[in-house]
């Protein structure tokens, strides 16, 4: 007999050495919507990449669909781990694309565990790795030192994290107590407890401050260049997409409109056509052009969700 | 524990004794005590005030008026002493009220008390109470309900699973070793482990079919199997003996002595008179140990990865997928576990009674369980004992109401819920502290119901 294959294990790849995630023909229906159809991008390493669009695009139904909460009707999503080789992520069972994979998410609407301090937060993040130091807690039930030792070192991990983003004083709060933009930065800690290959971040900056945005972007910005981790990011907030992404997908009713550096999406006409819902030859009146701040900085893609409706 | 809102430590009724705002009404509180008077009166007219009474083959209606004017009197002073004191309620508090305070320094001397009350439970049979047979047999009980609130605490107050059949593990527990004393003449000793891996086995086999469910469902299933574990164990005469139930189960022994008179036996042993308590007395260090057991077991177990696992289980499950944390594994470990402790118990339960039968393994057990689960607030371990002893202790010292207790003991549990919907001690504290030396000085106090 055949020895059975792990077949989300593929023997080999055809995508390139640089790309961490490669989304090919990815296409989600629910009955006869289609949420996203044949979409295809590339990831890479180092980098942060940020799918914006309008509401209802299709974004996180990419998420869940790369995070195992759904599975794709067609299409093959790829995530070139760099340690442990090529994943068939659409072909793992949800929990398994985190333990494996290590492909970590956040939500959208914010999912901590409230009820629990923010230190044990962290060391829920580590329970695999726990879990294989305490043989299945059955060690730390003996009260024996391997279990000790791994959870101090998770406790290292999570100080590590918590000294970053200035939490480490409010360690033994209950998370549901934080203010709601140290949640969000919380949430962030969590989801690099696991150690991930590939950090996908549901809207992180929604319902921040400006400077809290900054504060977001400069954390992001580590995470890709100090922890050397790809980031994938939904975002609404324009000032963190062109201020820190290196690589911009645009979505529009689940279909791909344009993919590249934020200056040339920026420009993109498909992209203005997707946000303002003008033809390209109309002229845009000029008080929109100023409250929109089309010629400034933000130009064509500042988000305005009056225009796609 | 910890949150912006107010302080413990704020200085106890410093809002208490402030002025009254505006005075009272007098003409208001009398004119509103007359309507709630007025309405009482009408209510009460025809079913106070009068009454049939049967004389001979004649029925007579009689006016009974000291009765009227009685219901009519209490709801006037009632009401009026309430529309006197509503303004003091009304007023926004500054702070957890005195009891807030008190139960929260009993959760923070928890280790204190935990230890005393052991103390306690241990002379107690060496006191003068300890010769009281009742006394002994009702802290027996008490305890398997402590034990059994504490297994079912793995479920429903840890991973957040809510079991409305747990009383199928206990009865489980109880036909283990019914069954196998019986026809193969084995020991309690070697049935009570075996009985909790029979009972985990089953926790098991209940976890599967209900993986996918949550909240209502999975209460709704569980229920069912509670009831099918029971309607089992009616109908399959031949192997239960069906509604008749067990009869003759081995009594306990010393680690294989015998608690009989003669040579040889426990009494004989230790140069004992022989005496019926000490069976009874052995029986209640027993429970009180596997009780003990079971809350060692579940206070280390919630400081390692797979009680982790359960807490973040109970707060958000979709979360912990993102995690990599396999929930089948977390959810099938919390049933396999509780229902080992309700095995454990279930065994000890029928070698104290020495007769089973499935009469002891209605819904309303379960129902009881659960209760002192959420009475005692969801996974605290000293809410259990309290809320157990609440429920175990109370119907026993209102046995002089007869007919009444029921209906006073209901009513102390909806009062309690009214008062602290989140249990007793709905407290929780983390199971690892980053600042463990500051702990102390910093511990504020959420608002109740927040």
């Known amino acids: 007999m055949m020895l059975m294959r792990d077949l989300s294990r593929p023997l080999e790849t055809d995508i390139p050495a640089d790309a961490l995630l490669e989304v090919q023909h990815l296409t989600m229906r629910f009955g006869g919507l289609v949420a996203i159809d044949d979409l295809s991008f590339t990831a890479r390493k180092n980098e942060i990449t940020a799918i914006i669009g309008p509401n209802g695009a299709g974004k996180t139904t990419v998420f869940n669909c790369l995070t195992g909460f759904y599975k794709p009707t067609v299409g093959r999503l790829t995530l070139n781990h760099p340690d442990k080789g090529p994943f068939l992520l659409e072909r793992m069972e949800g929990f398994r694309i985190a333990q494996k994979a290590d492909v970590a998410r956040t939500f959208q609407n914010i999912r901590l565990f409230s009820r629990m301090s923010v230190l044990e937060n962290l060391i829920v993040a580590q329970h ?9 807690s059955l060690a730390g039930l003996l009260f024996m030192k391997r279990y000790a030792k791994a959870e101090k070192e998770a406790v290292e991990l999570a100080k590590y994290w918590l000294d970053k983003v ?32 590939l950090l996908c971040l549901d809207e992180p900056a929604a319902g921040l401050n400006p400077r809290e945005s900054l504060e977001l972007n400069d954390l992001l910005m580590s995470i890709r260049d100090d922890e050397g981790i790809g980031v994938l990011l939904i975002e609404h907030d324009m000032s963190v997409v062109m201020q820190i992404s290196d690589h911009i997908v645009v979505l529009d009713y689940g279909r791909k409109i344009a993919d590249g550096d934020p200056l040339a999406v920026r420009t993109d006409p498909a992209v203005i056509k997707a946000y303002l819902g003008e033809d390209e030859d109309e002229a845009i009146p000029e008080d929109i052009v100023q409250d929109l701040g089309l010629s400034t900085r933000t130009g064509g893609t500042k988000q305005g969700d009056g225009g796609n409706a | 524990m910890a949150g912006p809102e107010a302080n413990v430590t704020a200085g106890p009724d410093s809002d208490g004794r402030a002025p009254m705002q505006g005075g009272i009404n007098l003409a208001e509180v009398v004119k509103e005590s007359a309507i709630a008077a007025g309405i009482a009166g009408l209510l009460s007219l025809p079913l106070l005030g009068l009454h049939a009474a049967n004389v001979g083959a004649q029925l007579l209606l009689r006016t009974r008026w000291e009765l009227f004017f009685a219901a009519v009197a209490v709801v006037f002073v009632g009401r009026f002493v309430l529309a006197l004191f509503r303004d003091r309620r009304k007023r926004p508090s500054h702070g957890p009220s005195a009891f807030d305070r008190t139960l929260h320094v009993i959760h923070e001397r928890m280790l204190v008390i935990g230890i005393v009350a052991l103390v306690a439970a241990v002379i107690l049979p060496f006191t003068e109470w300890g010769g009281d047979r009742y006394i002994i047999y009702t802290a027996t009980t ?25 009383v199928a593990f206990y009865a489980v527990g109880a036909y283990c070793y019914a069954l196998i004393a019986t026809h193969f003449g084995w020991s309690f000793w070697v049935v009570l482990p075996l009985s909790g891996l029979f009972a985990a086995f089953f926790g098991v086999i209940l976890g599967f079919p209900v993986l996918r469910l949550r909240g209502d469902y999975l209460a709704i299933v569980t229920l069912g199997f509670g009831e099918i574990v029971r309607v089992i164990l009616i109908n399959w005469y031949d192997v239960t003996n069906g509604p008749d139930g067990i009869i003759g189960i081995p009594r306990i022994t010393f680690f294989g002595i015998e608690f009989r008179r003669g040579e040889g036996t426990f009494a004989d042993l230790f140069g004992l008179d022989f005496s019926a308590l000490h069976v009874m007395v052995f029986l209640y260090f027993v429970i009180l140990v596997l009780a003990v057991i079971t809350n060692l077991f579940t206070q280390r177990m919630r400081k390692l990865p797979t009680g982790r696992a359960w807490e973040a289980l109970r707060e958000d499950e979709i979360a912990c997928r993102s995690l990599g944390i396999n929930p089948t594994n977390v959810k099938l470990s919390a049933f396999a576990l509780g229902a080992m402790f309700g095995g454990f118990a279930g065994s000890f339960f029928s070698v104290r009674a020495g007769f089973i039968s499935p009469e002891s393994f209605t819904f309303i057990e379960s129902a009881i369980i659960l209760a002192i689960v959420v009475l005692g607030g969801m996974g605290s371990q000293l809410g259990v004992v309290i809320a157990a002893a609440f429920v175990v202790v109370m119907p026993e010292v209102f046995r002089q109401f007869e007919q009444y207790r029921m209906l006073m003991f209901g009513g102390a549990m909806v009062l309690i819920m009214v008062w602290r919907p989140r249990g007793l001690l709905a407290f929780r504290s983390p199971t690892i502290l980053m600042h463990p030396k500051d702990g102390k000085k910093t511990i504020v106090l959420k608002k109740e119901g927040a």
């Open chain 1, 128 to 136: 695999n790795r726990l879990m294989k130091a305490s043989a299945f």
């Open chain 1, 166 to 197: 200035g939490l480490y004083e409010r360690a033994d709060w209950d998370a549901g107590n934080l203010p709601y933009g140290d949640q969000r930065r919380l949430e962030i800690c969590r989801a690099m407890c696991i150690q991930p290959a």
């Open chain 2, 142 to 166: 008490f305890l398997i309900y402590v034990m059994l609130g504490w297994g079912l605490n793995i479920v429903v107050g840890l991973a957040g699973l809510l079991d409305l059949g747990y």
